[in-house]
């Protein structure tokens, strides 16, 4: 009963419990439980310094975006349940993505899965150079989008590589030999495209 009011696992330790027994632990009492509810909303204000607070407060929402490949389309960047990376031909929420602007970047980005929450790193292990949503918010995981006519490189900071579609499997990796020789090509090319609602 002592010391702790919160118990999140408890169960009774019977009587005639052998050596190296077991017990199934079970739901604890007086567990609490509750729903945060945020409500955003940007005051555009009517001038001078009100408009500037609606600008900033209108900036801090994240843009909800999938990302389409441009040689393979419409081919989705797509977060797996086991999260790998790879593309998908249909929009579904696990190729959703929220745009974080990095403070004092520009252009720069972090792009959050909706559907796991986790952000989209490139890989810098040696040999691999792919993409994940795994590991902590580093370099690797800030994306500068430099505009390609009318779609975007996705430029990794951290290792200096772009965003590619791979044909085979449809996987996604990095390249740096594009941004070495100046190369565009539609297989690192991706369309912004925004999700409504």
């Known amino acids: 009963p002592a010391p702790f009011a919160m118990r999140p696992l408890a169960a009774p330790v019977p009587s005639d419990l052998g050596f190296h027994g077991s017990v199934e632990l079970g739901a604890g009492p007086g567990v609490p439980s509750g729903v945060a509810t945020l409500d955003i909303a940007a005051d555009t204000g009517d001038a001078g310094d009100a408009a500037d607070a609606g600008d900033d407060a209108a900036a801090d929402v994240p843009t909800h975006v999938e990302l389409v490949n441009n040689e393979f389309g419409p081919r989705y960047l797509e977060v797996q349940p086991n999260v790998n990376v790879y593309s998908s031909n249909q929009s579904n929420t696990a190729t959703e993505f929220y745009l974080h602007p ?83 090509g539609l297989d690192i090319e991706w369309t912004i495209v925004p999700v409504e609602g």
Request: glycine letters at 12%.
């Open 102 to 184: 990095v403070d004092g970047q520009q252009d720069v980005y972090l792009i959050q899965s909706v559907s796991t929450g986790l952000y989209l790193h490139a890989n810098g292990e040696e040999g691999g150079f792919n993409v994940n949503v795994v590991g902590p918010v580093d370099a690797t995981a800030y994306w500068r989008f430099v505009e390609a006519g009318d779609a975007y490189h996705l430029y990794n900071v951290g290792l200096e590589r772009v965003l590619q579609a791979d044909r085979p499997g449809f996987n996604v990796d990095t390249d740096r030999e594009a941004v070495d020789s100046g190369r565009s």
